[in-house]
């Protein structure tokens, strides 16, 4: 388990970490969102003590980073895909940093294998693709077998294909009981691998808790109805006190949108009244709706309207 | 120690450009020996004094650029931001620093021992056989002691720039710094220190002091004499890397 308790660090005046807490669980994959700026890359490099915060302590499963024997056996960390000597080979790089942390030189080509870099590992890194060296990045990440894995912005550079690798993986490591922490952008897989959230803001939680739950708390779900009759539909919902709007342009051609009463009693009114359905849907907002939602208010960088 | 020696070796050897820096710091001297073995005008002239002081000239040279792979070898790191796997993987950032140290160390005495006496070797023996006076009575003590005092100025330079760049991070400045720093840091130091009234402060001057003795009898006028001027200047280093790894230690990687 990491525990991250009362985390802070300054650069100069500005505050990138304040008073951060939260912890990751063993067997979970953790998704740690936040907009550009809001300290999630701080933090980890705090975690692998490579900046010094100026107040808190990381642990994991009780122990300091700085106190664990050979990290690279307990904690996998990919914090840049690009940390890579452009003029040494990927397997040159798995070797020095097995070799630094007592690990067996078979282990390379084992984790070589893992991320299909294989036939590839003889060539230096500056020819990669960024996908290739954030498959290198993991193979790293693996060499020592860890009990925890910290990842930030895995997916970058990584094709679809890439991608759902990346995904199933950090899925099947979790389910061996390991805690797995993920940064991304790609809200989507988050959505997609993330059992918890940790969403920071400004440095600060915002919020900790089981993806789903975040998502059902920040977030509205409506029924989507569609029927030749509508108008008495709606009517008859608005009585009972729903919050109706047009699904599309035209009530009649895109139906409505029903917030305040579940499918069920949608669909239960419409066969009360008589009124034949041709679609009664639910629609949920995604994550990145409710992310957005979340972080309205801290948004450091913001786009100009593009209007 | 063993396991971080090792991988610091391993991530010194599998770079292209630092093998290209070596064989131009070994081929150099060797070079420059073969031509005045073949090409100079007067050889009788030449005894193993002036063949020890030439191979110390050019050794010179290549313990610049041994200095330069090492200052690079760490510089790197933070350029390409693999300094930021090797502290993870390592969180004892001093033991990082002390492996290169003593990979450099080691061949850096390897290399300029080998580089040194074949240099030497080459040269004597082109020039003894067109009857220069190299091989007679007195060469090999006083031969033995140039070289003892080039590696050991080498050493402690490559320390020099390991310091350097620990401390400034950024491989073209600390070479340049290493470069200049006997040229004219050390000399516009020893003249302000002169000019507040300071008459000997040239013979302070750690890194000159040191390079003066290579191969010059120990103590000639002026200098502080072998040992002496290296053991000096290696202390003046070592305190240098103290206050890199201290700086390191505290800083974001």
Known sequence: MISVEGLTKRFGTKLAIDDLSFEVQPGRVTGFLGPNGSGKSTTMRCMVDLDRPQAGIVRFSGRRYQDIVDPVTSIGALLDASYVH???????????????????????????????????????????????????????????????????????????EGIRWMRDMLKYLAGQGRAVLVSSHQLSEIALMAEDLVVIGRGRLIAQEPARDFIARHTTTRVRVRSPQINDLVENLREQGADIRPAGETLATDGALVTGFNMAAVGELAHQQGVVLHELSEVTDSLEDAFLAVTKDDQEYRSGSSS | MRAIIASEWLKARTVRSHWVLLIIAVAFPLVISTLVGIFNPEPKFMSYRELGSMTTGTGVVSLL?????????????????????????????????????????????????????????????????????????????????????????????????????????????????????????????????????????????????????????????????????????????????????????????
Do not use: C
Request: no cysteine; hydrophobic share 50%.
């Open chain 2, 65 to 253: 650029l041994l200095t330069s792979l090492w200052v690079i070898n760490l510089t790197s790191e933070f350029t390409h931001g693999t300094i930021r796997v090797t502290y993870a993987a390592v969180p004892a950032r001093w033991k990082i620093i002390v492996s290169k140290a003593v990979v450099g160390t080691a061949v850096t005495l390897v290399v300029m021992t080998v580089l040194f006496w074949t240099t030497f070797g080459v040269g004597a023996l082109l020039l003894d056989r067109r009857g220069a006076p190299i091989i007679v009575d007195g060469w090999l003590s006083h031969t033995m002691g140039v070289w003892v005092g080039l590696v050991a100025l080498a050493v402690i330079v490559s320390w020099f720039g390991l310091s350097l760049g620990v401390i400034i991070k950024n491989s073209p400045v600390a070479i340049v710094i290493v470069l200049l720093w006997p040229l004219i840091i050390e000399n516009l130091i020893a003249l302000a220190l002169t000019l507040s009234g300071i008459e000997t402060a040239h013979k302070w001057m750690p890194y000159q002091a040191a390079i003066q003795t290579v191969d010059n009898n120990p103590g000639l006028d002026g200098t502080l004499g072998r040992p002496w001027a290296h053991l000096y200047f290696a202390a003046f280093v070592l305190v240098i890397l103290a206050v890199g790894v201290g700086v390191d230690r505290r800083r974001d990687a």
């Open chain 1, 86 to 160: 452009p003029g040494r080979s990927a397997r040159h790089h798995l070797e020095w940093l097995a070799i630094s942390n007592h690990l067996d030189r078979t282990r390379v080509s084992e984790v070589l294998e893992l991320v299909g870099l294989t036939e590839v590992a003889h060539r230096r890194v500056k020819t990669y693709s960024l996908g290739m060296k954030q498959r290198l990045g993991l193979a790293a990440t693996m060499l020592g077998d860890p009990e925890v894995i910290i990842l930030d912005e895995p997916a970058n550079g990584l094709d679809p």
